[in-house]
C-alpha cells in the first residue's frame, strides 16, 4: 500500500506541470498580426506515421521504429534487429500520403541504418523524398544524421488552356531535384530512461532546384530556393511503464515561422497489471493495446493552426516477429470538415 501511495504522488507533479502546459498551449492568447506566409508549399513538413500523428507530432523524443526517420535520426539507434513499416494517410482529405520505411542495426555494434521513401501526390503533381539514415549509441547519448534526396514533379493530369490569342497551351510542366538536405539529431538521458531530452535540427542546407515550362512559353524558367531549417526541442517523462508524456516545442528560426507547441500522452493499458500475479500474462500482452492523444498549435499568433489528435496502436508477439497496426485520427480545426485517418503497419 506504502509503495502505491508514493507511486501517486511521483505522478502528480509531472502530470499538474503537462496539464498546465496544455492549457497555456489552447489559450487564445495572440500577440502578433495573423501571418501566413510560413505556410509550407512544396516538401511541407507533416506529420509522418501513425504513431506520431496520434500524439500530434511529439516525438522528437520518443519516436518508434520507422518513425525515427521522420522525426529524430538518433532514434534510429534503438533498432533492436531489423524492421519495415508502410503508413498511408490522407492529408486533410485532399493529399494522400506514402511512407514507406526500414531500419537494420549491424550486429555486435551500437550502430544502425534506415532507409525511407516518403511519396505524396496525384497524376497532377507528385513528390517525392528518399532519406538515409545513420544513429549511434554511447552510454546515455545518441547520436543520429540523415540525409535527404528530393524530387517531384507534374504528370499527365491536369486540364489544358489553350491562349485564345495564341493558339498555344498555357498548362504548366514542371519538375524539381534537391540534392541536399540534412537533418541532425541528439538525444540525451543522463538521469535515465524516464526522462528523455532530444534536439534535432531539420533540413540543414536543404536547396530545391526548379524548372518550369508551358508550350505558350509564359512561364519558362529555372530558378531555386532554400528550405528553411526548423529547431525542435523534445521533452519525454516516462513515470512507468504503462504512460508516457510527450512534448515538443518549435521555435522559430527565420522570421516568418511560427513558434508550435505539441503534447501528447501514450497510455498502455495491460503494463498496469500487477507484476507479481500477471507476469506470465503480462509478458505476452502488455503493448497489445495502446491508447493515444494529442494536441498542437501555434503560439502567439491568431492563426493557431490546431489540431486534436487520437489514436489506437495493437501489436502482437511471435517467436520471430512483432506486428503491430497502428491507427490515428486528426482533427485539424483550420480544415473542419476534412479530418485525417492514418494507417500504419509495421
Not at 85 to 112: D, E, I, V
Not at 122 to 151: C, P
Not at 177 to 188: K, P, Y
Request: with cysteine; glycine share 10%.
Amino acid at each position: 500500500m506504502k509503495n502505491y501511495k508514493v507511486r501517486i504522488i511521483r505522478l502528480r507533479l509531472p502530470l499538474l506541470l503537462f496539464l498546465l502546459e496544455l492549457c497555456f498551449s489552447i489559450s487564445p492568447i495572440s500577440l502578433f498580426a495573423e501571418d501566413l506566409s510560413w505556410q509550407a508549399g512544396a516538401f511541407a513538413p507533416v506529420a509522418l506515421g501513425a504513431r506520431g500523428p496520434a500524439l500530434a507530432g511529439a516525438q522528437a523524443a520518443s519516436a518508434q521504429g520507422m518513425e525515427a526517420l521522420a522525426y529524430n535520426p538518433a532514434l534510429v539507434s534503438n533498432t533492436a534487429n531489423w524492421e519495415l513499416g508502410y503508413t498511408y494517410s490522407n492529408l486533410y482529405g485532399l493529399l494522400p500520403y506514402h511512407f514507406t520505411g526500414a531500419q537494420y542495426a549491424l550486429p555486435k555494434t551500437p550502430y544502425s541504418f534506415g532507409l525511407a521513401w516518403i511519396q505524396n501526390g496525384d497524376d497532377i503533381y507528385s513528390e517525392n523524398e528518399l532519406r538515409f539514415a545513420g544513429a549511434t549509441k554511447w552510454h546515455w547519448i545518441q547520436a543520429g544524421l540523415s540525409y535527404k534526396l528530393r524530387f517531384a514533379g507534374t504528370g499527365s493530369g491536369g486540364t489544358d488552356f489553350i491562349d485564345p490569342e495564341l493558339g498555344l497551351n498555357r498548362k504548366v510542366s514542371a519538375s524539381a531535384l534537391g540534392l541536399s538536405g540534412f537533418d541532425l539529431g541528439l538525444v540525451l538521458s543522463p538521469l535515465g530512461e524516464r526522462y528523455l531530452l532530444a534536439l534535432v535540427m531539420r533540413d540543414l542546407g536543404s536547396y530545391i532546384s526548379w524548372d518550369s515550362h508551358n508550350q505558350a512559353g509564359t512561364t519558362e524558367g529555372s530558378y531555386g530556393e532554400f528550405i528553411s531549417p526548423q529547431l525542435v526541442v523534445g521533452f519525454r517523462f516516462k513515470p512507468d511503464k504503462f504512460l508516457e508524456f510527450n512534448s515538443d516545442i518549435r521555435p522559430p528560426l527565420v522570421s516568418d515561422q511560427p513558434s508550435n507547441l505539441a503534447n501528447g500522452i501514450e497510455i498502455l493499458p495491460f503494463e498496469s497489471l500487477s507484476d507479481s500475479k500477471f507476469k506470465t500474462v503480462k509478458s505476452y500482452i502488455h503493448d497489445v493495446l495502446a491508447l493515444r492523444m494529442g494536441y498542437s498549435r501555434n503560439l502567439f499568433t491568431r492563426d493557431a493552426n490546431h489540431q486534436l489528435n487520437f489514436g489506437l496502436g495493437f501489436s502482437g508477439h511471435f517467436p520471430q516477429a512483432t506486428l503491430s497496426l497502428d491507427l490515428a485520427y486528426t482533427i485539424p480545426f483550420v480544415f473542419q470538415d476534412q479530418n485525417t485517418l492514418q494507417i500504419g503497419f509495421r
